[in-house]
């Protein structure tokens, strides 16, 4: 370790800038006679150039630094200072002021007489910063610790980034081998490959094309060496420049003769950090590495505890020294006759490696490449070159070579290709281990991922592309039950996916975000879902993996410890439209298929009213076989089986037996009372949030307008009148919120549907204003009666006044109408809008509860309409299409009155 300078003191040379008697180089060398070496006893020292009065300008006009001395042979008692980092002063600095005052005079070591001398570094700095030379930024070798520990977020990831150096090398293979691990099992010398080295020993090897001695010096001794970054940088340039003229087909050829010129890849590497992670996994590194060209290896050693030690001098990056050196090969380097080895050795304080960590890291690289990568043209027109990588580690004696989920068949696997605009082409399986139900296929088509979260999307020409680029997916997912696995040790696979499941992002077939960090930081909102609303899907219930190219998804960036992904707008993009993938396509179908199973398998009833037939039946039956000749005595039938002895027993149980169900019918029909009320509840809260919505900017808008009254002075009419306009608004939607409350015990009235209608509509005519949505009624002098509940009304017509202005908002259709057309002759209504229609996706289960595709979920709304008109014999159904209304291409309902009463009499 050396000394940078003498912090005190500098040193003055003086110094011709032309000619002189000394054979000095300016900037280089400088020439000095025996009796002023004793001044460059301290190396390294900094120094000033100074040109005398006598046979030039009186100045200072440089500095340097003396890094060495070596005596001049041709000239007896002299010698050569060598100098380091010469710089020229932008302004000379005289050797008087102004003032004639004389720069040196307080130096205290000022004799002109001596050609060297030295001069307080107060004094020293004052000159150089009055003389203006121009500073650089320098690494200080510590540095390579540091960027280490940040950019390197553990040793698996460590690893995993020298695997990705492999794949940009157009490796077909990596092996990754660990051994003399302290905590593990020893083993025999002849077991080690490297039994010389202290351990733990790693070793990443591939077949790749190797490193001259070109791309070792400039491309892995300089950190952040922008050797692969320039390619990509090139790609995106290329790509705007193409889009910009609209001949993506000419980036496209660029695109192929870049992979051509990289072993059908484009690199993976973006910060150069490779050589960072050799230093985070061990205290020593040895590159070996062969070109097919030569014949020989090269060999790179670098000590890394000469970078780390810490102490008060300075250490430049650049002033520790690494050897490069070639050797006889050391071993077979097969077919590809090139390739590298990383031998990190000696470990590091604070991590030791075991078991644990090591089957962690195998699950991590044995995930590193894509599981369900689309091959096909539809999917992807780009095959990539093969790549295994693999770990070995002798002292565990068998590393898994697959996962477990890879044993079993899912329930659903889903195949996406998403568009650049968003728009999704997807098919989804489903199979059940057994036969108890059929196998089936969806196929959904054109399908818009922005149709939620409309105003995330929006923008000034209506919905705005996604930053993330267009991206491919692929879902298996299980129901994590016994009877739903086709595996014996399924808690195996259970365990699995509570423990990994989730989405993970492969770029270019090769993994940058595991699923597990994603399910951690729940980047796709499921886990808050899955706490509100059990049933709803989780990460533990599927894997996944979304694929993406480096050559169209320029801006889903690595964060700098490599773990996962920046969260910029892209990220976002990429986010919603996965989660909208999995909530609205797949969900849907899931939910299904497990109601169904239940329904089928379990005879599950649970609907209260068929509860309540069940034990009124039961009971019945019961009662005939307590009153008949029954043989209590023989019991021909086994009908007390397991039960009773006696006869008067019998006898007795089946009259306790009776009264039991006959309670039991009593307490599912309260069930049947409470479960009524929490759809009125349910319901009430949906129509509140309507008028809630319009109360808030109402006494927003009235705060504001007092605040400003009490701000003026003068107080205008018009200000006054508008504040009665406000307060009068605000008394009508308190006023409205009445007729919204639907009760079991509201009386029936005979009302007309056309009342009903208006109201609803006056609920959200604001509302519909603000979004320039029309609002027409065909037929309105085919008004007919209905005797019912007024308020029930009301809420079913105002829940689909909701739905359809939600979906008109989030739909590209010009046209922005709700009509309800009235037919007196069927008593029915038909409700139309022209915003987005009923996804096929939802149809099956338009009015089962749970069931939606709107953000945020309730799937409540569409259940609740059906219940309260069922209660009034009436009933709401999705309009054929013989019978759907001209210009609406949205979604139509029909609420068919027919067998509801028209007056008290009919009832």
Known sequence: ?????????????????AGGKYRNFLGYLYHFPKSYLNYFKKLPVNFLFYEPVKSGKGEFFGTGKIVQVIPDNELNDHYFAIIKDYQSFKKPVKHRDENGKLVESENPHYN???????????????????????????????LIKVLGEQLIGSEKVGILELIK??????????????????????????????????????????????MTKDVLENGWLRPASTIKTNIKEKIKKEREKAKGLGNLGQFDALIKQLKKAHGNRIPLGEKGVGRFATHRLGKHLEIRTKVKENKYELVLKIDWDKFDIISDEFVDLDSIGVSISKQKLSRDYGESDSGTQIIIYGGRDGFEWDEESILDLNRTILNLNSPHPPINKKQRNNIYKPFNAFLECPQIEELPKHLIYEESEPNFTLDVLVSEKGIADSEIKFKHPTDKIPPEKWIDNDYDLRISNDNYWRSQNGKRVPECGAFFLHIDVWYRLKDWIDISNYTELTDYLGEFGGMSIYRDNILIFDAKIGSETDWLGLTEEKTKQTYRISYRDFIGNVEIEQSTNFDLTDKTNREGLIENKAFKDLSLLVKNIIKNILEPRYIAKRDEYKKLTKGIISNPKKLSEVTKTGSKFISNVAKSNYPFDTDPYTFFDGLWETVEGRKDGLINL???????????????????????QAGFGISVAVSLHEINKITTNFYHSILHLIKSENIEKLDLEHLKETSYSLKTELKRLGPLRAIRNERYNEFNILKSVNYSYDVFKRRMKEKNIDFSIENQKDDFKVYGRYSAINQVLGNLFDNSIYWIENSN????????????????????????DISEIIRPYLFEPGYSLKVPKSGLGLYICKTYLNSMKAKIYETPIKDRLPDMNGAHFTIDFSRTPKNKEEK
């Open 1 to 17: 370790m050396k000394n940078i300078m003498n912090e005190k003191e500098a040193l003055i040379l003086t110094q011709y800038r």
């Open 112 to 142: 002109p007489q001596n050609a060297v001398r030295k001069i307080p570094k107060k004094l020293f700095d004052e000159i150089i910063l009055e003389g203006e030379i121009s500073y650089n930024f320098k690494s200080d070798a510590h």
């Open 165 to 210: 150096n492999a794949i940009d090398a157009q490796a077909s293979y990596c092996k990754v081998r660990i051994e003399k691990i302290n905590n593990l099992k020893k083993l025999n010398e002849e077991d080690y490959k490297f039994p010389e080295l202290p351990g733990p020993v790693i070793l990443v090897e591939d077949n790749g094309i190797g």
């Open 658 to 680: 009776e009264s039991s169900v006959k309670e039991l019918k009593k307490s599912i029909e309260m069930l049947e009372d409470v479960q009524n009320q929490f759809v009125e």
């Open 813 to 836: 259709n010009v046209k922005r109408e709700i009509k309800i057309k009235i037919n007196s002759k069927f008593r029915s209504l038909i409700f139309a809008d022209t915003g987005t």
